[in-house]
């Protein structure tokens, strides 16, 4: 009856939105409270938690959103993100643009959340896109795939991290072999589905408090130093807070590099930055910049309460208990366990949304059976990953801020967000099961 509960949700949801138009932020509290009140919750409880599932969601996303959104309107309002488009592209060729954009990602995705990359290189990956005269999402989605499968496989990211722990696992492995898995994965969810696309299909329109269409001159656009300098500043902070934290004692320092390298810190350490760098050294005022960073946060809003309402839909969920359910029914399978970590995660992925209480639960409930099994802590702590990576859909966030931020339909987003994070789950289980024959 949970389970029946959330495909009933979903399925309220899409009528709403698609069937009836109904808003998108509106369409998740009424859906939210539905299920809640599905769930055996009372009308009470179902409210508190809705509020709850906003502010958490909101509060956590909020200072990345809002100077991720700055900073990027900074970079394309001042030419500094065609600056780097046309570096890049001069560099790689045409051809070579989407491999060299997903080995970025890739980069960027081992010190960075998920929504932090998101926001810091979507962009960059619209100003690409002019530049070479290629349909968005033909760089987007590989992008995509390689931030998400980073997040989810390879530490020190905190979920893969903690799972490790959780099953014994030692780290360095665990991260060495996740990116092994990874590879293969961001290439067939990435480049490789994005063949299946016609042209067309691969067109979006970028929503304008991120990207600017405009065409800038040479002479107006900044240099490539100072413009990819402003871009990375963000990544800098926060593999320098990852270093320190597995190289430098507890200290002051330490301390200091906690700050600097927290996503929402380091966002807003680097736009008070662009605004020297790309505003008042270009002979821009203050109140220009300022005007510049009420036109992002104005046409981010919208986006911010759709996320908070994804967060709401979640918290629900949770908080009625729906893990221990689907779990308790599962406990007692014979399957493998390392099919069967892969198994519950993605079952609570898909139910729930979040892929760290998914990865984390299947963990903490497989972990004690795990011990005894023989099989290798490091496969196990990865087979949860790649099953809370899969299946994401309405009930979660990261779901809302790829539709948001490519501007794309709920149909458009199942067809190509939702289907690509379920090919890395799939390739990344199959990558461990032969593994699993080895180790």
Same mark, same amino acid.
């Given at each position: ?52 599932? /906003? ?67 979507? !962009?960059?990956?619209?100003?690409? &896109? ?11 989605? !590989?992008? /995509? ?103 430098? !004692? ?86 493998? !366990? /390392? ?44 087979? &949860? ?43 990344? /289980? ?10």
């Amino acid at each position: 009856m949970a389970f029946l509960a959330i495909i009933i949700g979903i399925i309220l949801l899409l009528i709403l939105m698609i069937g009836l138009h109904v808003n998108a932020f509106v369409s998740l509290i009424l859906t939210s409270l539905a299920v809640g009140l599905m769930e055996g919750m009372t009308p009470v409880q179902a409210m508190e938690s809705i509020q709850n599932g /906003l502010g958490s969601s909101a509060g956590s996303l909020m200072l990345v959103i809002i100077f991720g959104a700055a900073i990027g309107k900074m970079l394309t309002d001042t030419g500094a993100a065609q600056r780097i488009a046309t570096t890049m592209v001069d560099t790689f060729g045409r051809k070579h643009v989407q491999a060299a954009s997903v080995v970025t990602a890739m980069v960027v995705g081992i010190a960075m959340f998920f929504e932090t990359g998101v926001v810091v290189l979507i !962009p960059l990956v619209f100003s690409i &896109a002019a530049v070479a005269e290629i349909p968005a999402l033909y760089i987007g989605l !590989p992008v /995509l795939a390689a931030l998400i499968t980073m997040h989810g496989f390879v530490p020190p990211h905190p979920a893969p991290t903690a799972i490790a722990g959780i099953f014994g696992a030692n780290i360095g492995k665990t991260m060495i072999i996740g990116i092994l898995i990874a590879i293969p994965a961001i290439i067939i969810a990435g480049p490789l589905f994005t063949k299946f696309f016609k042209k067309e299909d691969l067109e979006v329109q970028a929503p304008k408090a991120v990207y600017s269409d405009r065409e800038f001159t040479e002479q107006e656009m900044p240099g490539f130093g100072i413009s990819i300098l402003t871009a990375v500043l963000p990544i800098i902070f926060i593999f320098i807070k990852t270093i320190a934290d597995f190289s430098l !004692p507890k200290s002051s320092l330490l301390t200091f590099t906690d700050f600097i390298g927290e996503p929402g810190a380091a966002l807003m350490i680097t736009f008070v930055v662009s605004v020297y760098t790309l505003g008042i050294r270009k002979g821009k005022s203050i109140k220009d910049v300022m005007n510049t960073f009420a036109n992002a946060v104005s046409g981010i809003a919208m986006i911010l309460l759709i996320i908070a309402g994804g967060g709401a839909f979640k918290q629900v969920l949770v908080d009625s208990h729906v893990d221990k359910m689907i779990a308790s029914v599962m406990m007692n399978s014979s399957l493998s !366990p /390392l099919f069967l970590t892969w198994l519950i995660a993605a079952v609570l992925r898909f139910s729930l949304g979040s892929a760290t209480v998914a990865s984390m639960t299947a963990a903490g409930i497989l972990a004690p059976i795990a011990a005894k099994s023989g099989i290798s802590p490091e496969l196990l702590a990865l087979a &949860a990953g790649a099953g809370s990576v899969g299946f994401s859909q309405v009930s979660d966030a990261g779901f809302w801020i790829v539709k948001e931020y490519f501007n794309m339909s709920i149909v458009k987003t199942l067809k190509t967000w939702t289907v690509l994070t379920t090919i890395i789950g799939v390739i990344g /289980l199959v990558c461990i099961l032969i593994l699993g024959m080895f180790m």
